[in-house]
């Protein structure tokens, strides 16, 4: 069976990402090597550069990173999320939209992958949806009670893992990385 | 004459840093060196990464990372002030302080220094204050225009650089560089 590492120290990614990857019969174990992280509007350079630095010599390997992007707050968190979720929090995000009618925001996840010849390859998936007036739901982590997708009234947080995995970035982009995998390893 | 390079596209810190040098009959000459950021929370790790990593020759060469710190806030927008200004800016700061009693704030300066010993150097300054309730001033950049260093009234925007210089952590960063240099180099 095909085996993937990924450098996580969050359990909802992995737990997120191997619920789709079993689904092509590959198996994903988390791993704790530290992961350096540089600033960047960009999320693609963040893993890319993230994957390229780790210390271990598992392969194939995987860095995930994701971002939270507020069309009217020019994008804010965006790569800094889970800064911003520490700091200012779910409240925080929330009143600096009090009074937005535009509620429009993405979740985006690029998954940065190292395989044995050293390649980089880069995953990545996006789900639009807009933010809510309230936080509701206690699964999942980090900004999901205020994300809804588009097509859906409820929030992230509202939904099992199973449900997020219909819409979610992070599906979207473990998606195309197992169907890379299985065609390419 | 001794001189001393600083890799930042930012004008201001040149203007800044070089009065306090030019005090120690140092030079500060800018540098357009790209500078390879990482994620932290310590502004001290940003700096010497950035420090290290420069591809230029020129020595010595430093590097000035700073932040403003919201005791509010849990510490934000910290070591990402400057992508935190260019997306919510000043007006988001004050509406994440509305209501907020507790307006406590300072800001945080490292230079980190690489001699010709390929040696690293960290010289660090603090300005503890305060947020005000509006923007006020046209001078200086990013949340000058909100700040008010304690024994003050005038934000760090109303002031000339010569004035802000009296309290800033930038400056209290600069003349620690500047003793150590006369007495090493």
Redesign the interface.
């Known amino acids: 069976m095909l085996k993937v590492y990924i450098a996580t120290g969050n359990r909802h990614k992995v737990e997120e990402i191997s619920r789709i990857l079993r689904e092509y019969d590959i198996l994903l174990e988390g791993i704790k090597s530290p992961k ?4 960047s ?1 960009n999320l693609e350079d ?1 893993a890319v550069f993230a994957v390229k630095n780790l210390k271990t010599d598992l392969r194939p390997v995987i860095v995930e990173d994701a971002g939270l992007f507020i069309y009217a ?6 790569p ?1 999320s889970s ?2 979720y ?3 929090g779910i409240e ?1 995000i929330l ?2 939209m ?1 009074n937005e009618n535009n509620r429009r925001a993405y979740f985006l996840s690029t998954i940065a992958l190292k395989n044995k010849k050293e390649d980089i390859k880069v995953f990545i998936g996006k789900v639009e949806g807009y933010i809510s007036k309230s936080p509701k739901g206690t699964w999942g982590f980090g900004f999901d009670p205020i994300f809804i997708p588009i097509g859906e009234n409820r929030t992230f947080a509202e939904m099992t893992i199973e449900e997020k995995n219909k819409y979610s970035h992070r599906a979207k982009a473990a998606k195309k990385l197992a169907e890379w995998l299985l065609k390419n390893i």
Chains 1, 2 share one sequence.
Not at 36 to 39: A, D, G, R, Y
């Open positions: 350096l992280e540089i600033q509007e963040i707050l020019n994008g804010f968190p965006g800094y800064y911003v520490k700091t200012i925080g009143r600096l009090e």
